[in-house]
């Protein structure tokens, strides 16, 4: 179990990892903290979407 419990948490910050970077990418948005909770919203969402 406790490997499986690894490969989620690594599988989680993966998706994190893809929406910064595809964020940093996209956007003109210069300060730090605005692109961290654009990106906590982004994934928020996606949680909220694999939930239900």
Do not use: P, Y
Not at 23 to 36: C, D, G
């Amino acid at each position: 179990m406790f490997n499986e419990e690894r490969i989620e948490v690594a599988e989680q910050r993966i998706i994190e990892l893809k929406t910064l970077i595809n964020h940093w990418k996209t956007s003109n948005i210069s300060s730090r903290r605005t692109t961290v909770e654009f990106v906590d919203t982004i994934l928020s969402d996606i949680d909220g979407s694999q939930a239900a």
